[in-house]
């Protein structure tokens, strides 16, 4: 089972600023990585997939890069409403695996 | 627009039985993989099952292997779970989630259900 290892748990920022988050996996996953953005009490929300192409409707906010082992998602400027936890997902290999999660709060 | 509707969660004792259904609208259900994911409280997510657009490919996690099913009915657009020999570690909330594309296998979720809880508890 490939294992993805999301850095850092929490990310404290304020609205405006910019937000890396990091997602490594056991093995490499090619580009086959997605990112998910989950609210409290919603279901997740797709953001990227392929590591870097934005899912419909997704503001240009958000960007994915990697490839193998290491990817990131990068929020350019934080809106109040993306305040949330965030998933990477691997489907290069059976069973599909999530991450973690990181928490991005205000600070 | 796509909607994803699960029903059928609750409460269940160690060692019994819940049968879990996903209503869909808003797409050709019969021309897409679905899964289920879930997640338990407070927890991260954890993919389950998936079946493909036809029913022919089906795919499980090991721990839920031999105690659930994973079927669908193309005529009814519904998608169902049947959970047998529930143990206290498959509490948690149930998405019913739809595969994005072929060209990646379905194997991104872009429409999730809005859950379903199911408790395993004596």
Known sequence: EIVLTQSPATLSLSPGERATL???ASQ?????????????????????????????????????????????LTISSLEPEDFAVYFCQQRNNWPLTFGGGTKVEIK | QVQLVESGGGVVQPGGSLRLSCAASGFTFSSYGMHWVRQAPGKGLEWVAFIQ???????????????????????????YLQMNSLRAEDTAVYYCAKGRSS??????FDYWGQGTLVTVSS
Do not use: E
Not at chain 1, 35 to 54: E, N, S, V
Not at chain 2, 56 to 79: M, Q
């Open chain 1, 22 to 24: 990091s997602c490594r």
């Open chain 2, 103 to 108: 060209r990646d296998g379905y194997n991104y």
């Open chain 2, 53 to 79: 657009y036809d029913g022919s490919n089906k795919y499980y996690r090991d721990s839920v292997k031999g105690r659930f099913t994973l079927s669908r009915d193309n005529s009814k657009n519904t998608l």
């Open chain 1, 28 to 72: 490499s996953v090619s580009s086959y990585l997605a990112w998910y953005q989950q609210k409290p009490g919603q279901a997740p929300r797709l953001l990227i997939y392929d590591a870097y192409t934005r899912a419909t409707g997704i503001p240009a906010r958000f960007s994915g890069s990697g490839s193998g082992t290491d990817f990131t």
